[in-house]
């Protein structure tokens, strides 16, 4: 069948490269996951008071906001709740708090409708108008686009980023010890690559930024997974104190940190992975 003479060909693109003779690309692991990308709105906003003003113009951005949506009811709830229980097993966790949709202006009240509260995250990269903070991600570091994600590392590979991108590794990996327990306990399925970043507050210094989108996935989609593989699973209940122990060995922190239930890392997370 003969194309329009305004018909674009095929051969224009876009490429799918699955379909190149004598390409193999491989194909992402595991299923579809869940995320929560096109499904929960974010405004930029700034801040007066209790008062909050979406979208803030460029640069002026103090917080983001995540509003509620019907298909996953009390999400902003259970984001401040995971980020809470976080923050009290010692992670350095973004600052955050709820507050009524009733606080929000200049957005159309019909996108902060679908319930009562909205999620407010303090932004660590920006510390004035004219001071913004350089950061990087994890997706960004190891090239890993769209659903890659989830599959181009593991948890172990992050560890091994903060050793090599970290001006103060030490600490950083015992805070990545922590987001690892962390993520088990709370049911954090989607702690992906663009979830993990370094942040460049003074020159010369590169540090693992605050946790942030800590949610506990498994609420709203019981069958979930870790985002990336732990300990050689993707499964939370296979997360177990023996599979674990041997991240405990990570080079440079001293072996046995698993048994000596170093107080850098908690005296129950270990017990908890049992």
Not at 225 to 240: D, I
Request: hydrophobic share 40%; proline share 6%; glycine share 10%.
């Amino acid at each position: 069948m003969s194309l329009p003479e305004t018909a674009l060909p095929a051969s224009v693109g876009p490429i799918d490269v699955q379909n190149i003779h004598g390409v193999s690309a491989p194909l992402p692991e595991g299923i579809v996951k869940f995320s929560l990308a096109g499904v929960q709105l974010k405004f930029a906003a700034t801040t007066d008071g209790e008062r909050l003003t979406a979208p803030a113009r460029a640069g002026e951005s103090r917080c983001i906001l995540k509003v509620p949506t019907k298909k996953y009811p009390g999400l902003p709830e259970a984001e401040y709740a995971a980020m809470t229980v976080s923050k009290m097993l010692g992670i350095d966790t973004a600052i955050c708090r709820l507050t009524s949709t009733k606080n929000i202006y200049g957005i159309d009240e019909r996108l902060v409708s679908e319930g009562a509260n909205v999620l407010v995250v303090e932004r660590f990269d920006r510390l004035g108008a004219e001071h913004r903070v350089h950061m990087e991600d994890g997706a960004q570091i190891v090239g890993a686009v769209g659903e890659r994600k989830y599959t181009m590392a593991t948890y172990e590979t992050m560890l091994n980023m903060i050793k090599r991108f970290s001006t103060d590794w030490r600490a950083d990996a015992l805070e990545g010890f922590r987001r690892m327990v962390a993520d088990v306990l709370i049911g954090n399925g989607d702690n992906h690559l663009k979830n993990w970043s370094f942040i460049f507050p003074a020159p010369g210094v590169v540090r693992l930024s605050p946790a942030y989108d800590i949610v506990p996935t498994v609420l709203f989609a019981p069958d979930d997974r870790l985002a990336l593989k732990m300990a050689g699973t993707y499964e939370f209940s296979k997360v177990t104190l023996r599979r674990f122990s041997p991240n405990c060995q990570f080079p440079g922190l001293g072996a046995g940190l698993d048994r000596k239930g170093d107080s850098e890392v908690g005296e129950d997370g270990p017990r908890l992975l049992a």
